[in-house]
């Protein structure tokens, strides 16, 4: 039987400014479904007021005002729901630890392990900061850059090449 060897372990402290990142990234991969969604409401409320017998132009404003209140609303309450489950995930009060091997990794928390193939990720991206691996489109494994050395962020450089959806 083929051993696997294990290419590197990383040990991360999670800090309320990870999740912070994480958030703002998701919230930057929504304008085009937050855009579009806007559109649509704001045509419906059109509708809606133009049938109440509200004149065009107002009705426009209105649907306008509408659709960005909503908008802000949703900004807001995404941003409170992930520094939420911040302050609510006990595993983000211990250390986590990925050990990387070169198909996957073993994530390890304080209450957890499971295995991940990347190739099976929902996506990889990178920052300046951070090595984001989407297991969901909302839902991510967030790798702080402070914590790798060179030859961990081109192992990385090389994996979100490879497995980054197109």
Do not use: W
Not at 68 to 83: D, P
Not at 125 to 144: C, G, L
């Amino acid at each position: 039987m083929k051993r696997i060897l294990e290419r590197f372990k990383i040990t991360v402290e999670i800090k309320q400014e990870d999740i912070k990142a994480l958030c703002e990234l998701i919230l930057q991969r929504r304008k085009l479904r937050s855009a579009i969604l806007g559109v649509v409401m704001a045509a419906f409320f059109v509708m809606i007021f133009t049938m109440a017998g509200v004149g065009l132009y107002l009705s426009i404003g209105l649907s306008i005002l509408f659709a960005a209140l909503f908008a802000g609303a949703m900004i807001k309450l995404t941003r409170s729901n992930y520094s939420r489950q911040f302050n609510t995930n006990k595993n983000f009060k211990h250390p986590i630890e990925y050990h990387i091997y070169n198909d996957h990794y073993i994530v390890k928390t304080a209450s957890s392990e499971s295995k991940v193939d990347f190739a099976t990720r929902y996506d990889i991206v990178q920052d300046d900061e951070y090595i984001f691996i989407f297991h969901m489109r909302e839902m991510a494994s967030v790798i702080p850059k402070r914590y790798l050395n060179a030859e961990e962020l081109t192992f990385f450089n090389e994996i979100i090449t490879r497995f980054r959806r197109k």
